[in-house]
């Protein structure tokens, strides 16, 4: 199947022998497939970082390929968007239009942010992390950062100095064995506007769901 790639980067039907020695870049890339299976709610924090680890001391093609064979096979798209992964992206605006990562965006190691009177959002819902951790450095005034999560993301605003701005911060319900890919580090100044981290909005039909109550026997 042309659309898909194997954990090792190598395409399906790729005749490679499975003694082969495993590279650094192999064993990063099953890394990368781990963390975006846990994302996807495929692996529970226990087996991620089992795998994780297994990865990380795996001599053998074969052996990485053990920890993913479970797993369904990475898409050549989402794999092309994180093989351009950067570490450092830096976005610099003043007085202009809103700045939104949305869909299937690549999340960097670091987020550099020096706004003024711009609109940010950045929604992390279909995003493809291959990192652990983000850490965003801000210099940003007015307007409203929001940070828009899912289950496994956590966001740390401790290290951000606040100047006539506040943190509102909505936590959805989550599973206690959903594991963390993804842990949001928010650092520097934000000053006047608010910082915003919330779950997804509900569609209709789910705000429909939630003042349902289901029925009892009998009734």
């Known amino acids: 199947m042309s659309g898909e790639i194997s954990p090792t980067g190598k395409r399906s039907g790729a005749g490679s022998s ?11 890339r099953v890394v990368d497939v781990l963390r975006i299976a846990a ?12 795998r994780v680890e297994a990865a990380l001391s795996a001599r053998t093609l074969s052996e990485l390929s053990a920890l993913t064979a479970d797993l369904p096979p990475v898409s050549a798209a989402v794999w092309a968007t994180g093989a351009g992964a950067k570490d450092v ?11 939104e990562r949305a869909g299937r965006w690549l999340v960097p190691r670091r987020l550099e942010l020096r706004v003024s009177f711009c609109k940010v ?3 992390f819902t279909d995003a493809v ?28 605003t401790d ?9 509102k911060y909505r936590r959805a ?3 206690p064995d959903t ?13 006047h506007g608010r910082v915003v981290v919330r779950p997804p909005r509900r569609s209709f039909g789910q705000w429909l769901l939630r003042g349902s109550a289901p029925l009892s026997p009998g009734a």
């Open 18 to 28: 499975p003694e082969l020695r495993a590279s650094h870049a192999d064993r990063d």
């Open 39 to 50: 994302g996807d709610g495929l692996l529970t924090t226990d087996e991620l970082d089992e």
């Open 89 to 99: 992206v830096r976005i610099k605006q003043v007085h202009s239009g809103a700045i």
């Open 121 to 123: 959002t950045l929604d």
């Open 129 to 156: 992390i291959t990192h652990d951790t983000l850490r965003i450095d801000a210099d940003m005034t007015g307007k409203t950062l929001t940070l828009v999560t899912k289950p496994g993301i956590v966001v740390d």
């Open 159 to 167: 290290g951000l100095q606040l100047v006539h701005s506040r943190v």
């Open 173 to 175: 319900p989550a599973d």
């Open 179 to 191: 594991p963390v890919t993804l842990r949001v580090e928010l650092t520097g100044r934000k000053a």
